[in-house]
């Protein structure tokens, strides 16, 4: 069964780039320009698998994470920080916030397949 992976970015560039990667790789897309965007679409549609960003407009990363902690029904979703942010502090908060891995940008495409297989076997 094809996995579904929700990506949360207001880059249309990064956005459409983890998509064509996981899309080659045979995961279903589905993409959020930002925090409020992402929990609407994840309610909506349900996922298998988030890809945020943190640096966010209307509803940062960090509490878009929280608030999907908060849903008993997604304390267990994979949740993986792709960010330019990447020093400790940032990690921390992003770990703290619920994130399961947290990767800093650029990312070749092998890293960001490799990391969403292994959060997916762990899930």
């Known amino acids: 069964m094809t996995k579904t992976i929700l990506i949360v970015d207001d880059s249309n560039f990064v956005r ?41 407009s209307n509803m940062d990363g960090y509490e878009f994470i929280r608030r999907v902690r908060s849903d008993q029904q997604y304390t267990a979703l994979p949740i993986i920080i792709v960010s330019t942010e990447s020093e400790a502090k940032d990690k921390t908060k992003g770990f703290e916030a619920g994130a399961n891995l947290y990767l800093v940008k650029p990312c070749t495409p092998e890293t960001i397949l490799e990391n969403v297989r292994m959060a997916l076997l762990a899930a």
Not at 40 to 52: H, I, S
């Open 16 to 56: 459409n780039y983890h998509a064509y990667i996981l899309e080659q790789a045979a995961f279903h897309v589905i993409t959020a320009v930002d925090g409020s965007d992402g929990l609407e679409k994840l309610y909506r549609n349900g996922c298998d698998l988030v890809l945020t960003d943190v640096n966010m």
